[in-house]
């Protein structure tokens, strides 16, 4: 039997605009993909508890979330990494030595102090009113879904994120952690500042995705990643094609084997069929 191909697919800035916004083209694609017998797969940096609602009911065969952290195949738990204690520690530490605003994921949750609650909601008001002029569909909705930080398992901590006034936050990092940690840029759109994401060394996408198939029995040339954040570059290095939305940075489309349109321009629909899914 010809093994299925199968498709991973980022949420932010791929499925779902950084918004609540998701093409109706993009939920045909994947239901098509799907009745068709390929495999979808979401690939998120989110908490598999943070994912919204209505990407949740378009369907899908299997996530890798917390940015390759963990990883199921339908309810199948295929990995579960969570970072030691003494880890989460250190980064906390870090933060509160750099004043730098941050939250931690669990897989179930994602966790904040009211500071950092009120920094966030304070943040996605200000973009909202910036991005007026472009549109509702343009800026993030809603509010954050956070817990408390004082009410989190340390010991079921997977991933970092963190948000500063300061432009060089995601290098000082990158400088201070990268010998334990995986840093990258995070897409969260602040008006001014930067934000990152922080795992474990080797806990990247790219390595969930490489357990997943080997789990099903699929060879990576089968597989296409579609995503348009710097978490996603190694889902791009590890499936056969990787593809990055027309709304990335140049710097990750220079890295992907392929572009394809953007997020609210089909750009999931148009990479679907060049691929023969749909």
């Given at each position: 039997?010809t ?6 697919l ?5 499925i779902?605009?950084?918004?609540t916004?998701i ?5 045909t694609?994947?239901?098509t993909?799907r ?16 994912i ?18 963990y990883a199921v ?12 204690a003494?880890a989460v520690?250190?980064?906390e530490r870090f933060?509160r030595s750099?004043d ?12 904040a102090?009211a ?8 943040m996605?008001s ?5 991005l007026?002029?472009?549109g509702p569909?343009?800026?993030?909705q ?11 398992d ?6 970092a994120v963190?948000l500063?006034?300061s432009t060089?936050a995601?290098?000082r990092?990158?400088s201070e952690?990268?010998d334990?940690?995986h840093?990258?840029?995070?897409s969260?759109?602040?008006?001014g500042?930067?934000n ?10 790219g390595?969930?995705?490489t357990a ?5 029995g699929i ?5 296409i990643g579609?995503?348009?954040s710097?978490?996603?570059v190694?889902?791009?290095?590890v499936?056969g ?7 990335a ?6 890295l992907?084997?392929?572009v394809?349109?953007?997020?609210l ?14």
């Open positions: 039997m093994p299925p191909r199968i498709a991973f980022d949420v932010d800035g791929t779902l605009d950084h918004g916004t093409a109706p083209s993009t939920v694609a994947i239901r993909a009745e068709r017998g390929a495999l979808v797969y979401l690939s998120t940096g989110r908490s598999a508890g943070d919204h609602p209505a990407v949740r009911e378009i369907g899908f065969d299997g996530a890798i979330t917390n940015g390759g952290a195949a339908g309810d199948e738990e295929v990995v579960a990494e969570p970072m030691p003494d520690d250190r980064l933060f750099h730098i605003h941050y939250f931690l994921q669990t897989d179930e949750a994602v966790y102090s500071e950092v609650q009120a920094a966030v909601v304070a996605l200000s973009l909202r009113a910036q007026a002029a472009d569909q343009t800026a993030p809603g509010r954050p879904r956070f817990r408390d930080l004082a009410t989190v340390r010991a079921r901590v997977a991933k963190f500063s006034d060089d995601v290098s990092a990158q952690l990268g334990r940690f840093v990258v840029p995070g969260i759109p602040l008006p500042g930067t990152g994401e922080i795992g474990m060394q080797g806990v990247t996408k390595s969930a995705i997943v198939l080997d789990h099903l060879d990576a040339a089968d597989a579609i995503g348009d710097w978490n996603d190694e889902m791009f290095q499936c094609t990787g593809i990055a939305m027309g709304n940075a140049q710097e990750l489309k220079d992907a084997d392929e394809t349109t953007a997020v321009d089909d750009g999931v629909h148009n990479a679907f069929a060049r691929h023969g899914l749909i």
